[in-house]
C-alpha cells in the first residue's frame, strides 16, 4: 500500500541513526527526531510530535487532486477561511488527522509537513503549492 511506501521514504531520511536536519524555505535549519509513532520536530514549539497519519493524508489529499493542493497558511485564518481553505494541506490536516472544525484556529506545521516531504523526495514545492513527486507516483503506483 502506498501509505506505507510514504511512512519508509521518511524513515529511510534518518539512515542508522534517530536525526536529521531539515531547512525551510528561508534555510534554516530545525532537527528532526524519528519515534515509532511519526516524528518530532524542534520548530514547532510545545506540540513538536507529528504523527505518519500528517504525512500520509497530506499525500491523500495530493492523490486525490490530481497530484498537487496549495499549501495554505493558518496565520490569520481560521478553518475554512481565507487562506486555509479545506482543500489545502494546513487545512485537510487540521480537518483529518487534528479533527478540527470549520471556524477554527490552527497550529500552524506547514514548514516541517512540507519540507519533510520534500526531503524524502515525496513531494516537490512550487509557487505556493505542493506536489507529488513523478518518482513517488510511479513507485507507490498512484
Given at each position: 500500500?502506498?501509505e506505507?511506501?510514504?511512512?519508509?521514504?521518511?524513515?529511510?531520511?534518518?539512515?542508522?541513526?534517530?536525526?536529521?536536519?531539515?531547512?525551510?524555505?528561508?534555510?534554516?535549519?530545525?532537527?528532526?527526531?524519528?519515534?515509532?509513532?511519526?516524528?518530532?520536530?524542534?520548530?514547532?514549539?510545545?506540540?513538536?510530535?507529528?504523527?505518519?497519519?500528517?504525512?500520509?493524508?497530506?499525500?491523500?489529499?495530493?492523490?486525490?487532486r490530481?497530484?498537487?493542493?496549495?499549501?495554505?497558511?493558518?496565520?490569520?485564518?481560521?478553518?475554512?477561511?481565507?487562506e486555509?481553505?479545506?482543500?489545502?494541506?494546513?487545512?485537510?490536516?487540521?480537518?483529518?488527522v487534528y479533527?478540527?472544525?470549520?471556524?477554527?484556529?490552527?497550529?500552524?506545521?506547514?514548514?516541517?509537513?512540507?519540507?519533510?516531504?520534500?526531503?524524502?523526495?515525496l513531494?516537490?514545492?512550487?509557487?505556493?503549492?505542493?506536489l507529488?513527486?513523478?518518482?513517488?507516483?510511479?513507485?507507490?503506483?498512484?
Amino acid at each position: 500500500m502506498w501509505e506505507e511506501t510514504v511512512v519508509q521514504h521518511i524513515r529511510a531520511l534518518f539512515g542508522s541513526g534517530h536525526t536529521f536536519q531539515a531547512r525551510n524555505l528561508n534555510g534554516e535549519a530545525f532537527t528532526v527526531t524519528l519515534n515509532n509513532e511519526g516524528v518530532d520536530v524542534s520548530n514547532l514549539g510545545a506540540l513538536p510530535f507529528l504523527p505518519w497519519t500528517v504525512f500520509i493524508e497530506t499525500i491523500r489529499l495530493l492523490k486525490e487532486r490530481g497530484g498537487r493542493a496549495p499549501v495554505g497558511n493558518a496565520m490569520n485564518s481560521r478553518l475554512g477561511h481565507g487562506e486555509l481553505p479545506l482543500e489545502c494541506v494546513e487545512g485537510y490536516v487540521a480537518l483529518t488527522v487534528y479533527q478540527k472544525k470549520i471556524g477554527d484556529t490552527v497550529f500552524r506545521r506547514r514548514v516541517p509537513v512540507t519540507r519533510i516531504l520534500i526531503s524524502a523526495g515525496l513531494c516537490d514545492y512550487a509557487e505556493g503549492q505542493l506536489l507529488l513527486t513523478t518518482s513517488f507516483k510511479e513507485v507507490a503506483n498512484l
